[in-house]
C-alpha cells in the first residue's frame, strides 16, 4: 500500500507539471498578436507555465522557477546573463536579508515577550486580548518579511497556549469559547499589517521592483505613509466587526494577565542578546523611515542590520545558512523578477496595457482603478500564494491603470496594499491561511463567509477614508 500512495504522489507530480507545461506550450505555440515581438510571447509562455506551476506545486515553488529559468535559456528566450540578472536585484535582498533579521526575534524569544507583555496589560477582556495580540504583530512586523513566519512561529503558539487555558479546543468541541475567534482575528491582523509596511511581506518588495520596471519608485517610508491611517482604522474595526459577526463564547478573560505573567516569569530578565535585537531593530526602522532624507538605500540599511546582529552574536552566520525561506525566496523571486521585467523590456506589457485601455476608454480614472482592485482582489480565488498573485498580475494591472489615466503612484500603492488584503478570500489565500485553518479553529464555511464580508469592508476602508488620506498627502 506504502508504494502505491508513493506511485500515487509521484504520478500527481508529472500530471501537474504536465498541466504547466502543456500551457506554457500552447501559448508558445498560438500565433504572435500583432505589434507583439515573438521573443516577448515566448517568455510569455515560458512565465505563465511557471505560474502554473506555482500555483499547481507540483515541486516546491523554486524548483518550479528554476525549471523556468532553464528553459527561458535553453530556448534561446533569453540570454543566460539576462536569466540571471534577477538575482542582482536590490530590493530581493532586502526581502531575504530581512528573513535574516525576523530570525533574531524568534532566536531571542524577542517577539513571544513582547506578545506577553500586551497580554499582561490588555489582556483582561477577549476583545482586549484579542487587540494585544495584534497590536504586537504590529509592532513586529516591518522586520518581519515572512507574515508565514509571524502568524505561525510567534503569535500562533501564543494563541494555542491562551486557548487551551481557557478549555478552548476543536478536538472536544469547545472551540467557539474563544480560539476561533483569537484564531480568524490574528489572520485578519497579520494580513492588515503586512499591508502597512513595504517589508512586512515576501510580495511587497516584489511589487516595489515591478513597479520600478514602469517608471514608479516607491520608499518604504512613502508605502507606510499611504497605508498608515486605512491600516491603523482597518486594525481597530476589523477584530471589533469579527468579534460581533463571530463573538466568542467567553468575554472575559481575567487569567489571561496572571498565564501572560507566568510565562514572562518563566522567560526571566531581558537577556543580553534580546536587549541588542531591540537597539538592532530602532536602528533599522529609524533608517528605513529616514531612508528619502539620508538618501541611505532600504537594502544598505538591512545589510547593517544584519551585520550588527552578526556582530553582537544575536545570530550566528549558521542561522543565516539554515534559514531555508530566505534562499527559497531568493531563487523563485529573482526568476520571476527577471521575467516580468524582460516582459516589460520587450514591450508585452505596454501591449497589453494599450489593448486593455482601450476597452475602458471613456471611463473616469477613479473608475477604471475601482474595476482594476475589483478584478485583482476575486481573481485571488484561484490563487494559493499571494506572491505568485502578485507575479503573474501586478505589472499587468498597473500599466493598465496608468495607460487608463490614473495616478501612477496611487495605482502601484493600491495595487501594493491590495496584494495583501485579498487574502480574505479562501483558507488557503497566502501562507497563514492553511496553517491557521489548519488549527481546527474555524470551518471552512465560516471561513469563506466572514472572508467575503470582510473583504467588502476592506474596499470600504480602504478606498473610501483611504482616498481622502491619499488626496491629503498627495498621491492624487
Not at 137 to 143: C, G, H, K, R
Not at 147 to 172: H, M, Q, V
Not at 330 to 348: C, I, Q, R, T, Y
Not at 429 to 455: C, D, E, H, T
Amino acid at each position: 500500500m506504502e508504494n502505491d500512495c508513493k506511485k500515487s504522489l509521484f504520478s500527481n507530480m508529472y500530471l501537474k507539471l504536465f498541466i504547466a507545461f502543456a500551457v506554457g506550450a500552447v501559448i508558445w505555440f498560438l500565433p504572435c498578436p500583432s505589434g507583439v515581438k515573438p521573443s516577448a510571447w515566448h517568455m510569455l509562455a515560458i512565465f505563465i507555465g511557471t505560474i502554473v506551476g506555482c500555483i499547481l506545486k507540483p515541486l516546491p515553488i523554486g524548483a518550479v522557477a528554476v525549471i523556468g529559468l532553464t528553459l527561458s535559456t535553453f530556448t534561446n528566450t533569453t540570454k543566460i546573463d539576462t536569466a540571471l540578472s534577477g538575482f542582482s536585484e536590490s530590493s530581493i535582498w532586502l526581502i531575504v536579508i530581512a528573513f535574516f533579521i525576523s530570525r533574531g526575534f524568534i532566536k531571542t524569544g524577542l517577539g513571544s515577550r513582547i506578545a506577553y507583555q500586551f497580554v499582561k496589560a490588555f489582556g483582561k477582556k477577549t476583545l482586549g486580548l484579542c487587540y494585544s495580540i495584534i497590536f504586537c504583530d504590529l509592532v513586529i512586523a516591518p522586520a518581519t518579511p515572512s507574515n508565514t513566519a509571524r502568524a505561525g512561529g510567534i503569535i500562533y503558539p501564543i494563541i494555542k497556549s491562551l486557548s487551551e487555558a481557557f478549555g478552548s479546543r476543536p478536538e472536544d468541541g469547545t472551540e467557539r469559547k474563544i480560539g476561533s475567534f483569537l484564531i480568524f482575528s490574528e489572520f485578519h491582523g497579520d494580513a492588515i499589517t503586512a499591508a502597512m509596511f513595504l517589508t512586512a511581506m515576501a510580495g511587497n518588495p516584489l511589487a516595489q521592483t515591478l513597479a520600478k520596471g514602469l517608471n514608479v519608485n516607491i520608499t518604504w517610508f512613502g508605502w507606510f505613509l499611504a497605508a498608515l491611517v486605512p491600516g491603523v482604522v482597518s486594525l481597530i474595526l476589523i477584530p471589533f466587526i469579527i468579534y460581533k459577526l463571530y463573538p466568542p463564547e467567553v468575554k472575559d478573560t481575567p487569567n489571561a494577565p496572571e498565564i501572560a505573567k507566568t510565562a514572562l516569569s518563566e522567560m526571566g530578565p531581558l537577556k543580553k542578546q534580546e536587549k541588542f535585537m531591540i537597539l538592532v531593530f530602532i536602528v533599522i526602522l529609524i533608517l528605513w523611515v529616514t531612508g528619502s532624507f539620508t538618501h541611505i538605500n532600504a537594502t544598505l540599511t538591512a545589510l547593517i542590520g544584519l551585520s550588527l546582529l552578526l556582530i553582537f552574536k544575536v545570530i550566528d552566520w549558521n542561522d543565516v545558512k539554515s534559514e531555508k525561506g530566505a534562499w527559497d525566496t531568493l531563487v523563485w523571486f529573482s526568476v520571476l523578477v527577471m521575467m516580468a521585467n524582460e516582459l516589460n523590456k520587450l514591450g508585452l506589457i505596454k501591449w497589453f496595457s494599450s489593448l486593455v485601455a482601450n476597452g475602458v476608454h471613456g471611463f473616469s480614472w477613479p473608475i477604471i482603478l475601482f474595476i482594476l482592485l475589483l478584478a485583482y482582489f476575486y481573481i485571488h480565488y484561484i490563487f494559493a500564494s499571494a506572491t505568485a498573485h502578485v507575479s503573474a498580475m501586478y505589472s499587468a494591472f498597473l500599466g493598465v491603470a496608468i495607460a487608463g489615466g490614473v495616478p501612477p503612484m496611487l495605482a502601484a500603492l493600491t495595487l501594493g496594499f491590495f496584494g495583501n488584503l485579498f487574502s480574505s478570500t479562501t483558507h488557503y489565500s497566502n501562507g497563514p491561511a492553511p496553517l491557521l485553518f489548519g488549527s481546527g479553529y474555524v470551518n471552512q464555511n465560516k471561513w469563506w463567509s466572514l472572508n467575503f464580508i470582510l473583504g467588502i469592508v476592506y474596499f470600504v476602508i480602504w478606498l473610501g477614508l483611504g482616498s481622502i488620506w491619499w488626496k491629503i498627502i498627495g498621491l492624487y
